[in-house]
């Protein structure tokens, strides 16, 4: 079955950096584009941006054009996601999500664990 | 501020049935498929509803989803206590060239 497995939970510092890796199986990991996804606690989704697990080109959101960067790893089948400048607001859960294109249609069938980052001096 | 809206909280009695409204633009809802997702208290979200209204393998028919202009509906039928948990519609926006969410809505079964 399709799974999407992130890594473990991060403290890091005001100003500092932050990777986050979403390892998947189950389904071919260059068919799907892999989107992130976050979620500031006690809010709602924020959409950050995707990548082409095959061509490794990536699309974010405007907000988070100039401190993320969203990689791949096709022989492991693994997405990565990093964002610099962290601030307190960047708290938050993170998701990685595949998902589906059908004829310009988009939707998210598949989501990670999540993977909560605090950002705290 | 989400671009996509919707009531902050809906609540119900087992067996009841409520709908959950989400209000869009030409943009987003007016141009492209409608999805809905469930989030249980401390899980990931879960897709429920996509491209509209059609429901993922799993999904019990108690859930459906429509679509009219630029708005959009979730309504759960036959409502149990397992359906408590937060709400969230989703479409993507040609101005944004992304995906927007709303807000989310809670659902309490009381």
């Known amino acids: 079955q399709v799974q999407l497995v992130q890594s473990g939970a991060e403290v890091q510092k005001p100003g500092a950096s932050v990777r986050v890796s979403c390892k998947t199986s189950?389904?071919?990991?260059?068919?799907?584009?892999i989107h992130w996804v976050r979620q500031a606690p006690g809010q709602g989704l924020e959409w950050m941006g995707w990548i082409n697990p095959k061509s490794g080109r990536a699309f974010f959101a405007q907000r988070f054009q100039d401190r993320v960067t969203m990689t791949r790893d096709t022989s492991i089948n693994t997405a990565y996601m990093e964002l610099s400048r962290l601030k307190s607001a960047d708290t938050a859960v993170y998701y990685c999500?595949?998902?589906?294109?059908?004829?310009?249609?988009?939707?998210?069938?598949?989501w990670g664990q999540g993977t909560l980052v605090t950002v705290s001096s | 501020q989400s671009v996509l809206t919707q009531p902050p909280s809906a609540s119900g009695t087992p067996g009841q049935r409520v709908t959950i409204s989400c209000s869009g633009s030409?943009?987003?809802?007016?141009?492209?498929?409608v999805n809905w997702f469930q989030q249980l208290p401390g899980t990931a979200p879960k897709l429920l509803i996509y491209?509209?209204?059609q429901r993922p393998s799993g999904v019990p028919d108690r859930f459906s989803g429509s679509k009219s202009g630029t708005s959009a509906s979730l309504a759960i039928s036959g409502l149990r206590s397992e359906d408590e948990a937060d709400y969230y519609c989703a479409a993507w926006d040609d101005s944004l060239t992304g995906p927007v969410f709303g807000g989310g809505t809670k659902l309490t079964v009381v």
């Open positions: 999500v595949r998902a589906v294109v059908v004829v310009g249609a988009t939707w998210f069938d598949s």
């Open positions: 491209r509209d209204n």
């Open positions: 189950g389904y071919t990991f260059s068919d799907y584009y």
């Open positions: 030409r943009s987003n809802i007016g141009s492209n498929i």
